[in-house]
C-alpha cells in the first residue's frame, strides 16, 4: 500500500512510501518521496496509487488499527454537533473528504468518517446518522463469510476424528 505522512518540525514536511507488511507482521516504509509543498504531494500519493492499481490490476482497500470502532458520516461533513461524544470514549480520529464519495468499495457514499476505541451504540449511531463500517469488530460477518468458516471448521474436525468402526452384518447367503 501507500502512506501520506505529516512531520511538522521535519527538513521535508510530507511524505509518501510505499508500504507493505513483512512476514513477521511488521508495517514497512520505503521508497519514500519527500517535500514540503502539501498539494503536490497529495498528488504523488494519487499518482503513486493509480500507477500501482494500474500496473498490479489491484484496487483499494482501506484498514484501520485493529481494534477501532469506524463510522461514516452518510448525510454531512463531521463537524460540532454532528458526532457523539460519550463520556470515556471520545473521537479518536475525524476525517473529512473534500466531498461525498463512495467507499466500502462503492457500498455507499460519506462526507467523512470517525473511529473510536469502543463501539457506539445503535441509537447513537441512528441520532447523528452515522453508518458504522462493515468491517468493525462488533458486527456480525456476512452469513456467507460465517458458512464459509463453519465448513472449514467441520472439515477440520472430519479428518481429526477416528472413523466409526463398521458393525458386521451378516451376509444374507447364511439365512
Not at 463510522?71 to 463520556?87: A, H, L, M, N
Request: negative net charge; aromatic residues 12%; glycine residues 6%.
Amino acid at each position: 500500500g501507500f502512506a501520506l505522512g505529516e512531520h511538522p518540525t521535519a527538513p521535508s514536511r510530507y511524505v509518501t512510501w510505499a508500504c507493505y507488511d513483512d512476514k513477521d507482521g511488521q508495517r514497512q516504509y520505503e521508497w519514500g518521496h519527500y517535500g514540503n509543498d502539501r498539494t503536490a504531494m497529495e498528488q504523488d500519493f494519487t499518482d503513486r496509487v493509480q500507477d500501482y492499481q494500474c500496473i498490479y490490476n489491484v484496487g483499494i482497500r482501506q484498514t484501520e488499527a485493529p481494534g477501532l470502532y469506524k463510522y461514516y458520516s452518510t448525510q454531512r461533513p463531521v463537524d460540532i454537533g454532528t458526532f457523539p461524544k460519550p463520556p470515556y470514549n471520545k473521537p479518536d480520529e475525524i476525517f473529512n473528504y473534500d466531498q461525498r464519495i463512495p467507499v466500502e468499495n462503492g457500498l455507499f457514499l460519506a462526507w467523512g468518517y470517525l473511529t473510536y476505541t469502543r463501539p457506539l451504540t445503535e441509537k447513537q449511531a441512528s441520532d447523528y446518522e452515522l453508518r458504522p463500517a462493515p468491517d468493525n469488530p462488533d458486527r456480525p460477518r456476512p452469513i456467507a463469510e460465517q458458512m464459509k468458516n463453519a465448513a472449514k471448521l467441520a472439515e477440520a474436525d472430519r479428518g481429526s476424528e477416528a472413523p466409526a468402526p463398521q458393525r458386521r452384518q451378516p451376509d444374507r447367503g447364511d439365512r
